[in-house]
């Protein structure tokens, strides 16, 4: 069965054969009783957020679709690097140098529409100030 985006949604209800974890466990299989269950377990996968993204978009919420589709190039990075990634995109937090380097490495870990983000950020911090000296 394929996916309908305006029919599968919510996919925990809809789809849940389409809804893992990130050791491939199938949302219907996972308990929250069980011995093995680890917290790294809970989070929510790049596909899924990929399908919330192709939901949202279907629903005529593209900026919730963009936001969906930049997650999911970030939900397989360490939680360090994400909050390295926050703290530098905060106002006078980083030189344009900085964020050119987090734009760089973003692409570089497979983040392209996070790269183009961080670019955008750029642009707009020096337009306004709010770049590090």
Do not use: C, K
């Amino acid at each position: 069965m394929t996916f309908d985006p305006h029919r599968d949604y919510p996919l925990g209800s809809q789809r849940p054969d389409l809804v893992r974890t990130p050791r491939g466990i199938p949302l219907d299989e996972l308990t929250l009783d069980s011995d093995d269950l680890q917290s790294s377990e809970l989070r929510v996968t790049g596909e899924t957020l990929r399908l919330q993204a192709a939901v949202a978009g279907a629903a005529g919420r593209s900026q919730l679709a963009d936001n969906l589709r930049r997650a999911a190039e970030l939900a397989s990075l360490p939680d360090e690097t994400i909050l390295e990634i926050y703290t530098a995109l905060r106002p006078r937090r980083s030189s344009a140098g900085e964020l050119e380097s987090w734009a760089e490495r973003l692409g570089a870990l497979g983040a392209p529409l996070n790269a183009a983000f961080v670019h955008d950020a750029l642009r707009v911090y020096a337009a306004r100030g709010l770049l590090a000296s």
